[in-house]
Each structure stands twice: as C-alpha cells, then as structure tokens.
C-alpha cells in the first residue's frame, strides 16, 4: 500500500508518520492489493479564538472506482487519526463489497507495477 503523507500549519515528525501508517496500515492492510494510494493529509485548523482543531483527511483510490474520502477533526491529532483510520476501514470494506455485487466478483488486484500510475 502506498501512502503518502502531508502536514500543514506543524511539523510532521517521525513519530507522528509512524502512527498514521501504522493506523491505516491497520485498518486497510487487509484489502491492500484493492487500493491504488492512499492520500493523507494532516492540518491545523485552530482559530485564533481558542479552538484547538486538528483535521485528519483521508483519501483512498481503487482502480476503476471512485475514491473515498474520510474527515475527521479533533483537540488532538492523534484522535483525528486513529478516527478517520477506522472510519476508512469500514468505509473500504463497504465499497469493495458494493463493487463485488455490482460486478459479481472483486475488481483485479493491484499488481505492485500498477500502484505506481
């Protein structure tokens, strides 16, 4: 599964890498050879009048098939991910099970070589 990650308004550590992938790599490892990419986007969306919101937004691509796209906000950015992680899980398991019915089997497996483009 390829992931990629991106954060806005604070640095995104290595630890903070650490757990978004170890979340998504959770919560979708089981469907991996179904998905293209997946897109992650960290952000601070606090105000200057004291809310202290952090966005977590996930967005997943399957080969033939529009993507999903997971949000989550909250206090701490850690909660935002594990949510959207979970969220995106469910979410993949519903879209590949709506695909498998419409199709009457699942869309072809992502070969590695494919993921790329």
């Not at 952090?54 to 967005?59: A, F, H, S, T």
């Not at 979410?91 to 070589?113: M, N, Y």
């Amino acid at each position: 599964m390829q992931i990629d990650i991106q954060a806005q308004g604070f640095e995104l550590t290595d630890d903070l890498r650490e757990h978004t992938e170890r979340h998504l790599r959770f919560a979708l490892g089981w469907a991996d050879d179904y998905l293209c990419q997946v897109s992650v986007r960290l952000s601070d969306e606090s105000e200057p009048r004291g809310s202290k919101d952090q966005r977590c937004w996930i967005q997943i691509r399957f080969p033939g098939a529009p993507s999903v796209v997971i949000e989550d906000i909250e206090a701490d950015i850690r909660v935002a991910i594990e949510r959207a992680a979970d969220r995106a899980g469910r979410s993949v398991a519903r879209r590949l099970e709506r695909l498998r019915d419409q199709r009457h089997s699942l869309p072809t497996p992502v070969r590695p070589d494919d993921a790329a483009s």
